[in-house]
T-cell receptor
Framework: DQQVKQNSPSLSVQEGRISILNCDYTNSMFDYFLWYKKYPAEGPTFLISISSIKDKNEDGRFTVFLNKSAKHLSLHIVPSQPGDSAVYFCAASNRGGGTSYGKLTFGQGTILTVHP | KAGVTQTPRYLIKTRGQQVTLSCSPISGHRSVSWYQQTPGQGLQFLFEYFSETQRNKGNFPGRFSGRQFSNSRSEMNVSTLELGDSALYLC????????????FGPGTRLLVL
């Protein structure tokens, strides 16, 4: 029962173009969503988050869009740079506490490769 | 501000042994969560501690346990190691008063032979 899914295992883009990474979720109790970037043998690095009361959040080159009715979020990176090449994970949480305390549910990750 | 630190970074153990991993959260953070990352299962939640109390636990056997100290540092212990316990173990910290962003440490790579 995978509650958070990233259906594209990999994505390849040219430097300077837009990268769009997608994520779908099934649990309607999720109300906070995050994107992390990860290099091999390192811990995930937080990129950007969005609360379910918003539909867009922007931070520099990174923008996250949330479509609650479709249970879908996406991360846009513009412009893409070779240093962005990494594995990107989306994660979701329920801020209601209880059995949700401290628990992020992760997707399987998408490998992004940005070519010079 | 220093980030989340984990020790040791690498460990090799044999089946049947036990192991203890340590995590020091970001200063001021009171919540520590632990995750296991494997190629097959991805990132899976183990448990979370806040103010020395376990508030939440994932779907792992009782061989996996943890604790948190008064300074918010946390340890996790795996007893009677199995080959399938080979993984990257990650801890993450957050302020803990509500569900905020978690910040991850570099992880401990455990290899069970």
């Amino acid at each position: 029962d995978q509650q958070v899914k990233q259906n594209s295992p990999s994505l390849s883009v040219q430097e300077g173009r837009i990268s769009i990474l997608n994520c779908d979720y099934t649990n309607s109790m999720f109300d906070y969503f995050l994107w992390y970037k990860k290099y091999p043998a390192e811990g995930p690095t937080f990129l950007i988050s969005i609360s379910s009361i918003k539909d867009k959040n922007e931070d520099g080159r990174f923008t996250v869009f949330l479509n609650k009715s479709a249970k879908h979020l996406s991360l846009h990176i513009v412009p893409s740079q070779p240093g962005d090449s990494a594995v990107y994970f989306c994660a979701a949480s329920n801020r209601g506490g209880g059995t949700s305390y401290g628990k992020l549910t992760f997707g399987q990750g998408t490998i992004l490769t940005v070519h010079p | 501000k220093a980030g989340v630190t984990q020790t040791p970074r690498y460990l090799i153990k044999t089946r049947g042994q036990q192991v203890t991993l340590s995590c020091s959260p970001i200063s001021g953070h009171r919540s520590v969560s632990w995750y296991q990352q494997t190629p097959g299962q991805g990132l899976q939640f183990l448990f979370e501690y806040f103010s020395e109390t376990q508030r939440n636990k994932g779907n792992f056997p009782g061989r996996f346990s943890g604790r948190q100290f008064s300074n918010s540092r946390s340890e996790m212990n795996v007893s009677t190691l199995e080959l399938g316990d080979s993984a990257l173990y990650l801890c993450a910290s957050s302020l803990g008063s509500a569900m905020e962003t978690q910040y991850f440490g570099p992880g401990t790579r455990l290899l069970v032979l």
